[in-house]
Nanobody, 135 residues
Framework: QVAPVESGGGSVQAGGSLTLSCAFSGYSFCMGWFRQAPGKEREGIAMIDNKGITKYSTSVEGRFTISKDDATKSAHLRMHNLQPEDTAMCYC????????????????????????????????WGQGTQVTVSS
């Protein structure tokens, strides 16, 4: 199975910026960015679907911007004003298939759902890229 491939993580000081990229050669209905800090549950932070509809968590809205490039089959997450609490392993995930709803980014019990009511999970995951923000 084809899996997303992340790149662009790194270390920055508080207030700095990073851009994460995700390449996925398969068809995706929506793609999301998730992160997991040590000792914490995985958190959904941004999503973009094949129509360009976006969604953000309240923790990053206004600081992060998700976009996609259909020509290169990639999604990008531009992160600004990074803070130490943004330190986490960041994962790109894709949902392969079709739907007539707007994807979600909620996570619970180790699973992250594109549609919690339907039980539809993001089904392709990358290996992750580390983001570290120092104060």
């Amino acid at each position: 199975q084809v899996a997303p491939v992340e790149s662009g993580g790194g270390s920055v000081q508080a207030g700095g910026s990073l851009t994460l990229s995700c390449a996925f050669s398969g068809y995706s209905f929506c793609m999301g960015w998730f992160r997991q800090a040590p000792g914490k549950e995985r958190e959904g932070i941004a999503m973009i679907d094949n129509k360009g509809i976006t969604k953000y968590s309240t923790s990053v809205e206004g600081r992060f911007t998700i976009s996609k490039d259909d020509a290169t089959k990639s999604a990008h997450l531009r992160m600004h004003n990074l803070q130490p609490e943004d330190t986490a392993m960041c994962y790109c995930a894709a949902l392969v298939g079709v739907g007539n709803w707007v994807c979600e980014i909620g996570c619970s019990g180790g699973d992250c759902y594109a549609n919690a009511a339907l039980g539809t999970r993001y089904d392709r995951w990358g290996q992750g890229t580390q983001v570290t923000v120092s104060s």
